[in-house]
């Protein structure tokens, strides 16, 4: 079964392998008009083509920065290959799973379901051999057979009359995706099931891995394990290396996709398959299906491999187009079961979706905005907020810290003449903690917005963005994107426990950073609605009762005082949210803190939350490197 969902996670890396780098598009200029000039003389066709390839080239290069893409993309799949040598089980391993498994207190049956369709019996048998292959025995493999090909029909009454847990149901005619895998669904007896195309494969420790943390957390109702694919070949690429459970990013993709393993009991309780959401018919059962799970546990390790064939939407979305109104369809039918209010709208890639939640009220947002002596950037700030902004209900605190400028005070006696503006002063130092705890005291509006002088409102539902999701009563802040002035990224979000240097001195780390703004990111994340762990208080909207709540900023931090407030919402429960759809613009340069205040606030932030930093970011995958933010495989 394909839901249209990973057709996704491919693009953005293969753009980049197509654009180009600069140093081609400085070869062809210098060929062009050197050696080229006297080879293939003006005029002639051969000159023609010759320049319509230059031309090509220039439209393609977006520069070092691309190429520095390029190269992490090309980087990490020759990583991969040393990460399945070093991380994968041998086959003496696999017979140590199959022993240890014998000895686990609980044994559940896990039933696979596998709806097939004449596919290409090689492939066929590869997937069901490898449910034959299980480190973990106690399994059957229940498949509903359409196929109008002799040979398939043989092969499968071979394999079930050689072992007695493959069971094959031989249907009349073909009634569609949904439909067949229901036929296999009802085959099956196991408390647990798990679903695997008939080209595909699973790895021979994923039944083991499912098992063995059922040891654990048997109240565990969907288990979800990272993927990577497989070609023609059988050469594996493309890892996807997944977050733990997200729900925002569920709405926004179907990232759990393989191998997702399901209670029994509430697939029945939910009637399976619905007809009606071919081609996202995963992704329809699972939006169903997490609306009774207590629990959803990741397993960060590859179990699952996707066969990529031609037509296959794992390669083009393009082959199942109708998947994408499929999984609206579905996304729209979680939405009216939820009480939410909204629309769903295609993503900012293909494969992706934007559900874009209508906004309940129109509450005041009261933006808080610390200033000291940048006239120019504020002058720009304020003029960016005031002439772009669609959102109705604002105001603007600009909070004087010492500011001595003439020009400063100059613009500050002009604003005094804006009707959504007003200029507070604050004697207390520069402390950014405190400034901005100083501007919500004084603030009059419902939620609050934090947000540095030096930005510039880019996208004008920059504030309604960010407000669908604050407005939420399980979500604690929210972020957007950050871009520098050449148009990379500077944020979209923030991970734990990552940026070089030795362990105790890692905190947090921007994610990304220096990247094109037209770059997806890893996965297409950049580019989706999300949760994370901590948001840049450059730019963060939170509802003043969480904000409050959570005591505020803490005054004794500068550098990670929006980490230790994101990570003390999270320890009440609310959610952190980052939306792509709010884009703002920061002219600042970067600047490195002082020494003495960062070791400071390392060590404050190391006996606060040194065990949730050193126990991993949820949402990033412990098979990715630490030590840079570029998603690269960890060595």
């Known amino acids: 079964m394909r839901p249209e969902a990973l057709s996704k996670h491919s693009p953005p890396e293969r753009d980049v392998a197509r654009r180009g780098t600069g140093a081609i598009k400085r070869i062809a200029e210098w060929c062009r008009r050197g050696v080229v000039g006297l080879t293939l003389p003006p005029g002639t066709r051969q000159r023609q083509i010759f320049e319509l390839f230059l031309r090509s080239v220039n439209k393609l290069s977006d520069g070092r920065r691309q190429w520095r893409i390029y190269k992490i993309f090309l980087m990490n799949e020759l990583k991969y290959r040393a990460w399945i040598r070093d991380n994968e089980p041998a086959p003496g391993q696999l017979l140590r799973y199959r022993a240890d498994s014998k000895g686990f207190s609980y044994r559940p049956k896990i ?57 094959v149901a031989f249907l009349g005619k073909n009634e569609g995706i949904a439909e067949n895998s229901n036929q296999a669904l009802r085959m099956a007896e196991g408390e647990y099931v798990g679903f695997l195309d008939h080209d595909d494969e699973l790895s021979p420790d994923a039944l083991y891995e499912v098992a063995r943390l059922l040891q654990e957390s048997p109240e565990a109702d969907l288990i979800y394990s990272d993927e990577d694919k497989i070609d023609v070949n059988n050469r594996r690429h493309e890892p996807f290396f997944k977050p ?13 996709c393989h191998l997702s393993v399901y209670r029994k009991s509430i697939l029945d309780e939910i009637g399976g398959f619905r007809r009606g959401f071919e081609g996202s018919q995963d992704y329809d059962l699972a939006l169903r299906f997490i609306e009774r799970a207590r629990s959803i546990r990741h397993i960060p390790r590859i179990l699952y491999h996707w066969r990529t064939a031609q037509g296959s939407t794992s390669i083009s979305i393009d082959s199942k187009r109708y998947a994408e109104e499929a999984a609206k369809k579905a996304l729209c039918d979680y939405m009216s079961r939820n009480g939410i209010q909204g629309e769903v709208l295609s993503g900012l890639w293909p494969g992706s979706y934007h559900v874009k939640r209508a906004l309940l009220n129109t509450p005041l947002v009261s933006v808080a905005i610390p200033a000291r002596d940048s006239p120019v950037m504020l002058r720009r700030c304020i003029e960016s907020i005031v002439g772009k902004t669609t959102y109705p209900s604002f105001e603007v605190l600009v909070v004087s810290n010492d500011s001595v400028d003439r020009r400063t005070r100059d613009y500050f006696r002009e604003l005094k003449a804006v009707s959504r503006v007003r200029v507070l002063d604050y004697c207390g130092g520069p402390n950014f903690s405190a400034i901005n705890n100083y501007a919500a005291r004084y603030s009059r509006g419902d939620v609050l917005l934090f947000l540095d002088d030096d930005a510039e409102v880019v996208t004008s539902g920059w504030v309604d963005a960010m407000l669908e999701h604050a407005q939420r009563a399980e979500v604690g802040a929210v972020g ?4 520098y002035p050449d148009r990379t990224v500077q944020h979209a979000g923030m991970i734990l426990g990552v940026g070089g240097g030795r362990a105790e001195a890692r905190v947090a780390c921007h994610s990304p950073q220096s990247s094109p703004h037209t770059y997806n990111g890893y996965m297409g994340r950049e580019n989706l609605i999300l949760n ?12 003043r009762r969480a904000f409050e709540e959570a005591g505020g900023f803490n005054e004794r ?17 609310y959610l952190i949210v980052y939306t792509p759809y709010a884009v703002l613009c920061r002219h600042r340069p970067r600047k490195n803190k002082g020494v003495g ?14 065990k949730v930093i050193d126990a991993g970011d949820p949402y990033y995958n412990p098979n990715l490197t630490v030590m840079r933010n570029d998603f690269s495989i960890r060595p």
């Open 111 to 167: 039933s696979i379901i596998m709806p097939a369709y004449n596919p290409v019996a090689a492939w066929l048998k590869a997937a069901i051999e490898s449910v034959e292959g299980q480190a973990y025995e106690n399994w059957e493999l229940c498949i509903a057979d359409a196929s109008t090909d002799e040979k398939i029909k043989a092969l499968l009454r071979h394999y079930s009359e050689k072992d007695a847990r493959i069971r």
């Open 244 to 256: 733990d459970w997200s729900p925002d990013l569920m709405l926004s993709c179907m990232y759990t």
């Open 480 to 483: 957007c994107k950050l871009l």
């Open 532 to 543: 994370l762990s901590a948001v840049s208080a450059s730019c963060m909207m939170i509802r």
């Open 557 to 573: 931090l500068r550098v990670f005082s929006d980490v230790d407030l994101c990570l003390r919402l999270r320890q009440k429960g």
């Open 597 to 610: 205040q960062l070791k400071n606030e390392i060590a404050y932030m190391r006996e606060k939350w040194g």
